[in-house]
């Protein structure tokens, strides 16, 4: 069961080109008439026949169109971790439990401040077909801190820090909305005035358990919970 | 901050050996006198001093001692995914999660048959000393699927399979006790069988969702929804 990613859809009409019709057409071998299965990223699953191959793209009409409906809409902030196949992995976790938008941005403490765009959509889009998980979610590339707020259009914002002990359980603070983001720091944690400042824009301070979680743990963690 | 860890607890001091010894002593030169942490991967984190040092080993004397509680005792019942690398990760993020035991079985779609219990017992430590997790897990080496019944004692018994479209997710099946276990079905799920199995011997039939979780991610999520 292979799916295959498009987003070029016009009417009735899906295109594969590149990547997608090369493992298409040349791995697979698919052929005119053959039926695969496509994903739009957006939650919608096609069955499709193929109706004609040329040498750069293959053209396929769609027979039938299934729609996900995702729960709830889920953004994940984060800081990037200094090793960056840590952000790989939870990148390719996250997508599988389900998330609609990433932002890496920069923080006072963060260490790294760039990563791999390119390697991490292809990840994304990996596990989003090996899933069957019919969304992508976009990712937005290093912005620093203060930048990101005007990106967030969630309904609920947390922050997740350790800098004071008694905040409550991310899992005990959601409400019964259906867009919820969540921010993350880095290993040396937000700053006091950071925490401070997303206050300020709304945001509510969170627990994510007694256990000292790393970065990328806290956003599998997290994606977890808010997909609850 | 350095923990060390040691299960060699007499009265009122405490033996590092070994690697331990080695780290404490000869990596980061404490001498005698020097304070550190130690933790016995059994909730017990304690403050020490050095009182000797030999070849061999680290005589400490206890100071202080914290014991942490864990809220809810998880077993991880799992198989090995065919990629050893999946299973090591998982095993890190869970020893952050929080998780008392894991053990590895062998089903009959289980394409790998050993895991490398060294590899996985040091993956453990080092993660619990990493996150200031007082609690270390004891891992169950590959056993076949019908052997693990005899090593639950968790009041509550959940199995996770995609075989049945309409379980009920696994958060909205937990009950209020404090003891509580999960399976987790190899790449190609648990058969009807297993599962039919598992229901008799006591097992709750749940899901993780709409998504369909790799096997290891399977670990991570349902681990994260016990410990809540």
Redesign the interface.
């Known amino acids: 069961m292979n799916y295959f990613f498009s987003k070029e859809i016009i009417d009735d009409k899906i295109i594969l080109s590149n990547k997608e019709m090369i493992h298409c057409v040349k791995v697979l071998r698919h052929k005119v008439e053959d039926r695969i299965k496509v994903v739009d990223g957006k939650g919608n699953l096609y069955e499709v026949e193929i109706s004609s191959i040329t040498s750069d793209k293959c053209e396929t009409k769609i027979i039938n169109t299934k729609t996900?409906k995702?729960?709830v809409k889920v953004h994940l902030i984060i800081c990037p971790t200094k090793n960056h196949k840590r952000i790989e992995?939870m990148l390719e976790?996250i997508v599988?439990?389900?998330v609609d938008r990433v932002s890496f941005i920069i923080s006072k403490n963060t260490i790294r401040k760039n990563i791999n765009m390119e390697r991490l959509n292809k990840i994304a889009l990996s596990a989003m077909k090996?899933?069957?998980?019919a969304f992508l979610p976009e990712i937005d590339d290093c912005i620093k801190f203060k930048d990101v707020f005007s990106l967030i259009s969630s309904k609920e914002k947390y922050i997740a820090h350790l800098n004071k002990k008694n905040n409550i359980?991310l899992?005990l603070s959601i409400n019964n909305t259906n867009s919820r983001c969540i921010m993350i720091g880095p290993e040396g944690d937000f700053t006091d005035e950071e925490v401070e400042y997303s206050l300020k824009k709304g945001f509510k301070e969170v627990s994510l358990?007694?256990?000292?979680?790393?970065t990328e743990?806290s956003g599998?963690?997290s994606t977890?919970?808010l997909?609850?």
Chains 1, 2 share one sequence.
Request: proline content about 0%; charged content about 20%.
């Open positions: 996900i995702n729960k992995w976790k599988e439990i389900g090996q899933t069957q998980n359980h899992n358990g007694i256990s000292r979680l790393r743990t599998i963690v977890t919970i997909n609850l």
